[in-house]
C-alpha cells in the first residue's frame, strides 16, 4: 500500500505513514497481530514472519512509522522507554565511556550508573550546553554523546548541530533522547543525530495509557546491529500496546498545537506571577536556551519548571492542586505536576542534583490539554494556599 501514497507534510506522515492499513482485507488500521508465532510452509524458506520477538507485522508498522517521521532509516520499538536506552547502550563493551548532559532523565542516569558500570562501561554528566566543556571531556575511551535538549528537569539546551559536529570529529556516536520534544518540534536526525530514543509512554502514546519506547537510526547498518540487540535481549514491544501507540501518534500534531498553546499561557503566567520565583520554559525570550532552541525547534514545548519564592510551603501546594494530578511521567493529554527531587531524580544522589540545580523546591509541570483558565485557576488557589 504505502508505495502509492502521495504526500508531503508531516501531517499527513502522521496518518498515512509507515505501514498504512491492511492490504489481506482492506482495513484502514493495521490489525493487531496477536500472536507469538507465525506457520511456515516448509523449512529453509526464509520467511519474512516467524516469532514475534524477532518481527511482528504490527510492531513493524510502528516501527516503519517513526522511522518515516524522524528521518531515519530504522525504527525499532521497547517495551519502555527504559528498555530502548539500554538496548542502545548495549551497543558498547567493557573500558567504553559514554558522555552525557548533565541533566538527563534519572533513570537514564540510573541505569549507567547502577547497571552498566557493573558491566565496566563508565559514564560522566558533562555541561553539553556548554560546547567546549563537552570537547574537554572526550577521551580516547569516550565512544558516544547522550543528549537530551531540553533537558529534564531544567529543560537545559543543548545546541544539537554543534554537539553533532564535535562527537563525529572525534568518531563518537552521538545519540539523543527526543522525548520531550517529538519529532513534530524537533528532528535531531537531521542536525547530524546517530540515534534517537524515545520514551513513547509519554507524548508519542499521549494518553497516559501505555508504557512504550522507540529507537530511531539515521542510517541501516546502526539499524541491523540495534536490530540484533533487540532481538537477541528481547524487550520488545507488544502487538496490542503497539496499535495503541500507533494510534497515540496518529494526533501528535493535533494535540502538541494545543498543549503548547497552554504552555505558553502557563509559562507567560508563572512569569508574572510575583509568588513564583523561577521559570524554566525554552520558549520564554529570557530564558537562556531561548535562541539555539528556537534555531533547532519548532517552539518551547510544554514541559516547565518553576520554583515559589521561599514564603510558600511545597507539600500544601502539591496536596492543594484539585484538577492537575500529581503524578509521576508527562506528555499525556492530563497535566500532570511532579517533585523531581524525590520522584523522577531521586536515583541522582543529593550533592549531584544540588551541583546541577535540581533543588528540593523544585516543581515540574507537563501541561495538558484542558483549558488554560481551568489549569491557572487550579495553580492560582494552590499557591494561595501554600503561602505560610
Ligand atoms: C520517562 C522518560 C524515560 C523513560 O521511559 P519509560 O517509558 O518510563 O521507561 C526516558 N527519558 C525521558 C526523557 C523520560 O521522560
Same mark, same amino acid.
Given at each position: ?13 502522521l ?23 507465525f506457520e ?8 519474512? %514472519?516467524?516469532?514475534? /520477538?524477532t518481527?511482528?507485522?504490527? /510492531?513493524a508498522?510502528?516501527?516503519? *512509522? ?22 542502545? *547502550?548495549?551497543?558498547?563493551?567493557s573500558?567504553? /565511556? ?24 563508565t ?13 574537554k ?7 558516544a ?10 529543560l537545559?539546551? $543543548? ?7 564535535i562527537?563525529?570529529?572525534?568518531? *563518537?556516536i552521538?545519540?539523543?533522547d ?9 528532528k535531531p536526525?537531521d542536525?547530524g543525530f546517530?540515534?534517537v530514543?524515545?520514551?513513547?509512554t ?13 529507537v530511531?537510526t539515521?542510517?541501516?547498518? !546502526?539499524?541491523d546491529?540495534?536490530?540484533?540487540i533487540?532481538?537477541?535481549t528481547?524487550?520488545? !514491544? ?17 494535540r502538541?498545537?494545543r ?7 502557563a509559562?507567560? %503566567?508563572?512569569?508574572k506571577?510575583?509568588?513564583v520565583?523561577?521559570?524554566y520554559?525554552p520558549?520564554? +525570550?529570557?530564558?537562556?536556551g531561548?535562541?539555539v532552541?528556537?534555531r533547532?525547534a +519548532?517552539?518551547?514545548g ?5 520554583e ?8 500544601t501546594?502539591?496536596?492543594g ?5 500529581l503524578?509521576?511521567?508527562?506528555g499525556?493529554?492530563?497535566?500532570l505536576?511532579?517533585?523531581?527531587a524525590?520522584? $523522577?531524580?531521586?536515583?541522582i544522589?543529593y550533592?549531584? /542534583? ?7 523546591t ?5 501541561i495538558?490539554?484542558?483549558?488554560i ?9 494552590a ?5 505560610i
Amino acid at each position: 500500500m504505502s508505495d502509492k501514497k502521495i504526500y508531503q507534510g508531516f501531517n499527513s506522515a502522521l496518518i498515512h505513514g509507515g505501514i498504512y492499513g491492511d492490504p489481506l482485507t482492506g482495513a484502514v488500521n493495521v490489525p493487531i497481530y496477536q500472536t507469538s508465532t507465525f506457520e511456515q510452509e516448509n523449512i529453509g524458506l526464509g520467511v519474512k %514472519w516467524e516469532y514475534s /520477538r524477532t518481527g511482528n507485522p504490527t /510492531r513493524a508498522a510502528l516501527e516503519a *512509522l517513526i522511522a518515516e517521521l524522524e528521518h531515519g532509516q530504522r525504527g525499532l520499538a521497547f517495551g519502555s522507554g527504559m528498555a530502548a536506552i539500554t538496548a542502545v *547502550l548495549s551497543l558498547f563493551k567493557s573500558g567504553d /565511556r559514554i558522555l552525557t548532559s548533565s541533566n538527563i532523565y534519572g533513570g537514564t542516569f540510573r541505569v549507567l550508573d547502577k547497571v552498566f558500570k557493573n558491566f565496566g562501561i563508565t559514564y560522566e554528566n558533562v555541561d553539553t550546553s556548554d560546547a567546549a566543556a563537552f570537547e574537554k571531556a572526550i577521551t580516547p575511551e569516550v565512544k558516544a554523546v547522550l543528549v537530551e535538549s531540553p533537558a529534564n528537569p531544567l529543560l537545559t539546551v $543543548t545546541d544539537l548541530k554543534q554537539v553533532a559536529e564535535i562527537a563525529h570529529r572525534h568518531g *563518537l556516536i552521538a545519540i539523543t533522547d527526543n522525548t520531550f520534544m517529538t519529532p513534530y518540534l524537533q528532528k535531531p536526525l537531521d542536525f547530524g543525530f546517530d540515534i534517537v530514543v524515545h520514551s513513547a509512554t509519554k507524548y508519542l502514546g499521549g494518553h497516559s495509557d501505555l508504557v512504550a519506547g522507540l529507537v530511531v537510526t539515521k542510517d541501516k547498518d !546502526l539499524g541491523d546491529r540495534l536490530a540484533f540487540i533487540q532481538n537477541s535481549t528481547g524487550g520488545v !514491544l507488544g502487538p496490542f500496546d503497539s496499535f495503541l501507540l500507533i494510534r497515540g501518534i496518529r494526533t501528535l500534531a493535533v494535540r502538541m498545537d494545543r498543549h503548547v498553546a497552554n504552555a505558553e499561557k502557563a509559562a507567560a %503566567w508563572l512569569s508574572k506571577n510575583p509568588e513564583v520565583s523561577k521559570v524554566y520554559y525554552p520558549g520564554l +525570550k529570557d530564558f537562556p536556551g531561548y535562541e539555539v532552541n528556537a534555531r533547532q525547534a +519548532k517552539n518551547g514545548g510544554a514541559m516547565m519548571s518553576f520554583e515559589l519564592t521561599p514564603d510558600h510551603d511545597i507539600k500544601t501546594f502539591f496536596s492543594g492542586l484539585k484538577l492537575i494530578a500529581l503524578a509521576e511521567s508527562l506528555g499525556g493529554v492530563e497535566s500532570l505536576v511532579c517533585h523531581p527531587a524525590t520522584m $523522577t531524580h531521586a536515583a541522582i544522589p543529593y550533592e549531584i /542534583r544540588q551541583r546541577i540545580g535540581i533543588t528540593d523546591t523544585l516543581i515540574r509541570l507537563s501541561i495538558g490539554i484542558e483549558d488554560i483558565d481551568d489549569l491557572l485557576a487550579d495553580l492560582k488557589q494552590a499557591i494561595e494556599r501554600s503561602r505560610i
